[in-house]
């Protein structure tokens, strides 16, 4: 594998970086007390609370933390519903994309449509940032960002595997999730910064109940949540500027017999000339692959159901299923408010524990890159599956515990217990990233 080859290949995987940014920075956006306070999912009444947000007066277990650090949010209507429509709209354009990436990889090749999703993705990105006081709005912002992740989700990868050699196409595959989790990580970081700025201790928050009374929002600046949001163009744009430089994919090109043009591609890949005998052998490979799957004629989607693959369709999608209901989503969504309801201060719910459960993330995901190709997809499935469901139980009895102190405060728990549930959670992480990180979308192929 020559320095073009993997240049080509971790350019089209920063199709998961922008899905890993977004990831990682709505985890943040969801604590700004101007996001939700603009959007309606909470209110302020200019009231303040301690480093462990509590009023102090009222605050027996830590006497000492009388300083006032944070605004005091009060539930606004329909906070679940509306949080969980703007979290979602994402997923859920992220599905309509998937649905229609064959057809747009197909008629105007893989390169061509990474660079089509880009734009539509920096559009979603200035919907949700310029987006008025409606979660509505911001909601249809996401759904359009969210069809750009899942048209590039399919296609990157696809034009990866199309482009990569055959020996190291499974660990260049992978690429795709270890540039997720890099843009969690990414963003994390980032936007831990723009909260740290604008939600601790912010100016005057002693005197806002006296002093501003009835004009709270004032000292709010919704800049900070627009700016987490729109550095994710960054990415975006450098994806759609980089991808003109990038090649066709070579199968796509002999797809629409342009063979002449699929040689040099591979001449370029393979830094030779386009009669080379490496050249000429893998560009005879894909056009009897293209001559076959021509000469099997057109298929509908009713065909995935019949006899001969329906146990691959179903185990496709099951893969699919199962990736998504491993709770990998929750944990990455929201897991600053998760270690706030466990007792962590909010700073290190916010700031410390994500940052760090993010590298887990990311540091997890090589080991599955080597895992891949030695152990095979099936084996880190199944050793992945009981990994997650031990943990999971860990996360549970530990949690359990910690949830006695929220409920009744005169109930006393170990700090262990919380920090037993936090590394239980970091495992499961570590479980997930190595294992159904990428091999459910590796399996089926």
Not at 373 to 383: N, P, Y
């Amino acid at each position: 594998m020559n320095s073009f080859q993997l240049l080509v290949c971790v350019t089209a995987s920063f199709c998961g970086l922008l899905f890993g940014y977004e990831v990682g920075v709505m985890n943040v956006v969801n604590t700004m007390d101007a996001f939700n306070i603009y959007f309606g999912l909470n209110k302020w009444d200019g009231s303040s609370v301690n480093e462990y947000g509590k009023n102090p007066a009222e605050d027996k277990d830590h006497p000492n933390a009388t300083e006032l650090f944070y605004r005091s949010l009060q539930e606004g209507t329909d906070k679940d519903w509306r949080s969980g429509m703007i979290n979602s709209a994402f997923l859920l354009g992220s599905v309509l994309g998937a649905l229609v990436a064959t057809y747009f990889g197909e008629k105007y090749g893989r390169r061509n449509s990474i660079i089509v999703g880009a734009c539509i993705f920096i559009v979603g990105i200035f919907l949700e940032a310029f987006s008025p006081a409606n979660y509505l709005f911001i909601s249809f912002g996401r759904i359009v960002a969210g069809i750009a992740i899942g048209l590039n989700s399919v296609i990157a990868p696809t034009y990866i595997s199309e482009v990569a050699p055959a020996k190291y196409r499974g660990t260049l595959s992978s690429c795709y999730q270890l540039m997720t989790t890099f843009g969690i990580v990414i963003a994390a970081a980032i936007n831990s910064i723009i909260w740290y700025k604008t939600n601790f201790k912010p100016e005057g928050l002693a005197n806002a109940k006296e002093t501003r009374k009835g004009h709270e929002e004032d000292q709010l600046d919704n800049m900070e949540w627009k700016l987490a949001l729109l550095m994710q163009l960054v990415p975006g744009i450098g994806l759609a500027v980089l991808m003109f430089f990038l090649p066709k994919s070579p199968r796509w090109l002999c797809s629409k017999d342009r063979d002449e043009e699929a040689a040099e591609v591979l001449a370029k890949l393979n830094a030779t000339s386009s009669s080379d005998s490496l050249v000429q052998e893998e560009l005879k490979a894909i056009q009897e692959d293209v001559a076959a799957t021509r000469a099997a004629g057109s298929s509908s989607v009713s065909e995935l159901f019949s006899s001969v693959v329906r146990r691959r369709t179903f185990i496709t999608f099951l893969m699919q299923l199962f990736q998504q209901w491993t709770g990998i989503n929750q944990i990455m969504y929201y897991q600053s408010q998760v270690y706030e309801r466990m007792g962590f201060t909010k700073f290190t719910s916010t700031c410390v524990l994500p940052i760090i459960n993010n590298l887990v993330n990311f540091v997890s995901t090589f080991p599955g890159m080597w895992g891949i190709e030695k152990l095979g997809r099936k084996t880190l499935l199944v050793i992945g599956a009981i990994m997650m469901a031990v943990f999971h139980l860990g996360v549970f009895i530990c949690s359990t515990q910690t949830q006695k102190e929220q409920d009744n405060p005169a109930i006393k728990v170990a700090n262990s217990w919380k920090i037993a549930a936090v590394i239980c959670i970091f495992c499961f992480v570590f479980s997930f990233a190595w294992t159904w990180g990428s091999s459910p979308m590796g399996l089926p192929s």
